[in-house]
């Protein structure tokens, strides 16, 4: 029994053993050439690239005109899941976004659940561009690429398949992948280029469909048709518009100033595509009825069908040098991701192999880029988009959850070793005036305030323990509130007592779980960027992140649940193993290395004089 408590103890410490970064937070063996502009173009590229030009009609099948409803809730989302990752990209300035500020919050294992999901995430959306260029050429053709295709290639006789081989996709895909070895700073400047003419043909786009507006397209068919709950499977759609921002941090290993070149672009690309998707969203379901816009190629094909095939044609040819801008962005992004997971050894190191002259990961990029291209040959827009959306969300509502844990944990650290020498008078230490009295008052953080002591009753293994019970609470109660209202609808209506209870007792531990984190000390951090009203901020938005996921349908969630078993399988039989991290849990410093570790400065908190912690602290829970 004994035996088997140590194994689990062990095996569950491997999987819970965070990343302790040590050495200086700016070295990268990629190039640090990025400009804020060139980041920014990187966000609005991804973001407005496969914005409305690729998500719009699929949304409308939703909301219908509604849908400007929908892309304001995604928004709304977008900003407040943002604040979390603009926090931790300024600090972490490093490639992987979300995968590495999960390794260094939570553990191991979660970080490459997350990192696995957006490899997802940038894979569906990579392909998603790729399949919306095909249908902006095909437009442009007035649909003979496909017919040919299908007389002479064959056809998907399937419903979770395209209708053909989307041969054409394949081909812009592959072609991108290939400008992307020129490596990223060619490879960024042209996607830039290509950014700022999508911008214009986004303009363009709202002036002409205001232009031809029909208010009576509003009035005869109703502005939403589909009631609240259709407007919410829009919004959970839409939301793929905004995954842009994520682009954005995973760009901070390659930014020259990450400290500020992160937030301003985050928060700049978004406010920008936020409202050129409210009116795009706007005029376009103004020009044709939404039961008349072809998800495949809404905006050419609306203006060819009210007897404008100019303007049609003119809206292609921007949607396909727009749409390869926001290609270039997403496999930017893409790889840096598989780039960041294969050098900590959980993703095979062919990924990781960092090209001497271009000084990028010239096998994750052609390798990525390739099965993406692949996947848009077997799938159609409008289910790449909707199985885009759950990676998305879930990892979005992971973020989130560790924006909380980095504020309570002290034992979530990023550690700079200093060389200066030992004399703690020539460092920069606490400002008197951050209130501190003396190194005591570190201790604490993460426990209940003194007031609450009276709760203290049961075991806790670590401090902040309660803290991140309840963050996981928070999610399971979100989620839970709003399937009564999805599953048992009905139910409420009709005052049924069961349905009623459930739908105040679920919101109750909401609130319950939100104020146990508020009773615990929070830490006194300084960071570049300093996300307001924690732990209100990242509550909201994993309140936000869960109701659009709870609004996916059922066949999205298979086709993710498929994924992130194989996913875990690589783990188990791969990462586990080789992960860096389990190099140093078996390894000790040699005998003549001289490891001074007495003076440390964590970005966290400033600089201190405290020892760095080991890999893992925390005492098993088994």
């Not at 490879?187 to 031809?212: D, H, W």
């Not at 300093?530 to 709870?550: F, K, R, T, Y």
Request: glycine share 8%; proline share 4%; hydrophobic share 50%.
């Amino acid at each position: 029994m004994d035996q088997a408590r140590h194994w689990f103890g062990h095996f569950w410490a491997k999987l819970t053993r965070r990343k302790v970064i040590r050495e200086d937070l700016m070295k990268t063996n990629l190039k640090r050439s990025l400009s804020p502009v060139a980041v920014i173009a990187i966000g609005i590229g991804q973001m407005a690239g496969g914005g409305a030009f690729v998500v719009l009609g699929p949304a409308t099948q939703y909301a219908g005109p509604a849908v400007v409803i929908s892309f304001a809730i995604g928004a709304l989302v977008a900003f407040v899941t943002g604040m979390c990752y603009a926090e931790f990209a300024s600090t972490i300035p490093q490639a992987g976004s979300g995968y590495v500020f999960s390794y260094v919050t939570i553990g191991e294992f979660v970080a490459f659940i997350v990192g696995w999901q957006m490899v997802l995430e940038e894979l569906v959306s990579a392909a998603s561009m790729s399949s919306a260029i095909s249908g902006a050429i095909d437009a442009m053709t007035n649909n003979t690429i496909s017919e040919w295709t299908i007389n002479n290639v064959g056809a998907f006789d399937s419903p979770y398949l395209a209708a053909y081989p989307d041969l054409l996709a394949l081909a812009a895909g592959l072609l991108i992948t290939t400008l992307m070895l020129l490596g990223s700073n060619r490879f960024t400047f042209i996607g830039t280029v290509l950014s700022f003419l999508g911008v214009v043909f986004i303009i363009f786009s709202i002036i002409v469909c205001f232009v031809f507006a029909d208010s009576s397209n509003w009035t005869s068919v109703g502005f939403a048709p589909y009631g609240f709950r259709g407007i919410m499977r829009g919004a959970a759609v839409t939301f793929f518009a905004y995954i842009g921002f994520e682009g954005v941090s995973s760009a901070g290993e390659e930014a020259a100033n990450p400290q500020r070149t992160i937030p301003l672009a985050m928060f700049s690309s978004l406010g920008i595509v936020t409202v050129f998707y409210l009116l795009q969203s706007i005029g376009l379901t103004l020009v044709v009825p939404y039961t008349q816009i072809d998800p495949q190629s809404a905006f050419p094909e609306a203006f060819i069908s009210i007897g404008y095939p100019g303007i049609g044609i003119t809206l292609a040819i921007g949607i396909i040098i727009s749409l390869i801008g926001g290609l270039i962005s997403n496999l930017f992004t893409m790889t840096r991701t598989t780039y960041a997971m294969a050098k900590d050894g959980l993703l095979f190191r062919l990924f990781a192999k960092v090209n001497s002259y271009t000084r990028s990961p010239i096998y994750s990029e052609l390798i990525f880029g390739a099965l993406a291209a692949l996947l848009a040959v077997i799938f159609n827009l409008e289910i790449l988009v909707e199985f885009l959306s759950v990676g998305t969300l879930c990892t979005y509502t992971i973020v989130a959850g560790c924006s909380i844990i980095l504020h309570y944990q002290t034992r979530v650290a990023i550690y700079d070793v200093q060389q200066e020498g030992g004399d703690p008078t020539k460092r920069r230490g606490i400002a008197e005036d951050d209130g501190y009295e003396d190194l005591d008052d570190l201790v604490g953080y993460g426990e209940l305030k003194s007031r609450y002591r009276f709760w203290k009753r049961s075991y806790s293994p670590y401090p902040g323990f309660a803290v991140d019970i309840s963050v996981v609470l928070l999610a399971a109660f979100a989620g839970a509130f709003y399937s009564v209202f999805i599953y048992a609808y009905d139910e409420l209506a009709d005052m049924v007592w069961w349905a009623v209870l459930l739908v105040v007792l679920f919101p109750l531990g909401f609130i319950s779980a939100f104020l146990v984190i508020t009773a615990h000390k929070k830490r006194r951090l300084r960071l570049p960027f300093q996300m307001p009203s924690v732990p209100l901020i990242p509550a909201i938005s994993i309140a936000l992140n869960v109701l659009l996921l709870s609004n996916l349908g059922w066949m999205s969630w298979v086709r993710f649940i498929v994924w992130l078993t194989i996913g875990v399988l690589i783990y188990f039989c791969f990462g586990l193993r080789h992960s860096v991290l389990n190099e140093e849990w078996i390894s000790t410093p040699a005998a003549d290395e001289e490891v001074d570790e007495s003076f440390v400065r964590d970005p966290f908190k400033g600089e201190t004089y405290i020892p760095a912690i080991d890999v893992d602290e925390r005492e098993p829970l088994f």
